[in-house]
C-alpha cells in the first residue's frame, strides 16, 4: 500500500510544476528575442532572407515538437554536443516557440496600413525607426490576445519534454502514479496545476486586451 497522501502528492508536483514555470518562460523569452530578430530579417531583408525565413518557420510549424525534441536530444550526441534533457528541452522549445511567434508578428505587422510606413518614410525614418516607433506600438495592440494565447500553448506543450526524461509536472505525475498506483488522483492534480498555471495568462491576455482597446479610443 502507497504511503503517499495527498498533500505528498500535492507537495511532489508543485515541486515539479516550477520546472514547468522555468521552462515556459525561458522558451517564451528566448523564442521572442529569436522570433522578433527573425520577423526583422523577413520584414526587411532580401529575397533570400525571407526565403529562409520562411522554410524556418514552415519547418518547425509542420513538423510535431515531439520528433523536434527528438532530433535535438538524440541527434546533437551524434556530432559530440553532450545535452541534458534541461537544454534539449529549452533549446526545442526555443525554435518551435520562436517560429510561431515569428509568424503571429508578421501577421500583426502586416495589418498595419501602408500609409503609414509611405508617411514615416517621408519623414525620414529608418526601418529600425519606423518599427519602434510607428509600426510596433500599433501592431502590439493586435498581437497582444494570439501573442499571451500562444504561451499557454507553451505551457501545455512543456509536457512533451517528458518524454526525454525532464522532470516537469507530466513526468514526475508518471513518477508518482507509478508509485502509488493512483493514477486518477495524481493526474487530477496535475490537470489542476495546469489550469491553474494557464488560466491567469488568459485573464492576462483579457485585461490587455481591453486595456489597448480602450487606449485606441
Same mark, same amino acid.
Given at each position: 500500500?502507497?504511503?503517499?497522501?495527498?498533500?505528498?502528492?500535492?507537495?511532489?508536483?508543485?515541486?515539479?510544476?516550477?520546472?514547468?514555470? +522555468?521552462?515556459?518562460?525561458?522558451?517564451?523569452?528566448?523564442?521572442?528575442?529569436?522570433?522578433?530578430?527573425?520577423?526583422?530579417?523577413?520584414?526587411?531583408?532580401?529575397?533570400?532572407?525571407?526565403?529562409?525565413?520562411?522554410?524556418?518557420?514552415?519547418?518547425?510549424?509542420?513538423?510535431?515538437?515531439?520528433?523536434?525534441?527528438?532530433?535535438?536530444?538524440?541527434?546533437?550526441?551524434?556530432?559530440?554536443?553532450?545535452?541534458?534533457?534541461?537544454?534539449?528541452?529549452?533549446?526545442? +522549445?526555443? +525554435?518551435?516557440?520562436?517560429?510561431?511567434?515569428?509568424?503571429?508578428?508578421?501577421?500583426?505587422?502586416?495589418?498595419?496600413?501602408?500609409?503609414?510606413?509611405?508617411?514615416?518614410?517621408?519623414?525620414?525614418?529608418?526601418?529600425?525607426?519606423?518599427?519602434?516607433?510607428?509600426?510596433?506600438?500599433?501592431?502590439?495592440?493586435?498581437?497582444?490576445?494570439?501573442?499571451?494565447?500562444?504561451?499557454?500553448?507553451?505551457?501545455?506543450?512543456?509536457?512533451?519534454?517528458?518524454?526525454?526524461?525532464?522532470?516537469?509536472?507530466?513526468?514526475?505525475?508518471?513518477?508518482?502514479?507509478?508509485?502509488?498506483?493512483?493514477?486518477?488522483?495524481?493526474?487530477?492534480?496535475?490537470?489542476?496545476?495546469?489550469?491553474?498555471?494557464?488560466?491567469?495568462?488568459? +485573464?492576462?491576455?483579457?485585461?490587455?486586451?481591453?486595456?489597448?482597446?480602450?487606449?485606441?479610443?
Amino acid at each position: 500500500m502507497s504511503e503517499f497522501s495527498n498533500w505528498d502528492i500535492i507537495y511532489n508536483l508543485l515541486m515539479a510544476a516550477r520546472w514547468t514555470v +522555468l521552462l515556459s518562460l525561458t522558451a517564451f523569452v528566448l523564442g521572442g528575442l529569436v522570433g522578433l530578430l527573425l520577423l526583422m530579417a523577413r520584414t526587411a531583408g532580401g529575397a533570400w532572407a525571407k526565403g529562409l525565413v520562411r522554410c524556418y518557420v514552415e519547418l518547425f510549424q509542420g513538423t510535431p515538437l515531439l520528433m523536434q525534441l527528438f532530433i535535438v536530444f538524440f541527434g546533437l550526441p551524434l556530432i559530440g554536443l553532450d545535452i541534458s534533457p534541461w537544454m534539449a528541452a529549452m533549446l526545442g +522549445l526555443t +525554435l518551435f516557440t520562436s517560429a510561431f511567434l515569428t509568424e503571429i508578428w508578421r501577421g500583426c505587422v502586416e495589418a498595419i496600413g501602408k500609409g503609414q510606413w509611405e508617411a514615416s518614410t517621408s519623414l525620414g525614418m529608418k526601418f529600425t525607426q519606423q518599427m519602434r516607433y510607428i509600426i510596433l506600438p500599433q501592431a502590439m495592440r493586435i498581437a497582444v490576445p494570439p501573442t499571451v494565447g500562444f504561451s499557454v500553448q507553451v505551457v501545455k506543450g512543456t509536457a512533451v519534454a517528458s518524454i526525454i526524461g525532464f522532470v516537469e509536472l507530466t513526468k514526475a505525475g508518471t513518477m508518482i502514479t507509478n508509485a502509488t498506483y493512483a493514477p486518477f488522483t495524481v493526474y487530477g492534480f496535475v490537470a489542476v496545476m495546469y489550469f491553474l498555471i494557464c488560466y491567469p495568462l488568459s +485573464l492576462f491576455a483579457r485585461h490587455l486586451e481591453g486595456k489597448f482597446r480602450h487606449v485606441a479610443r
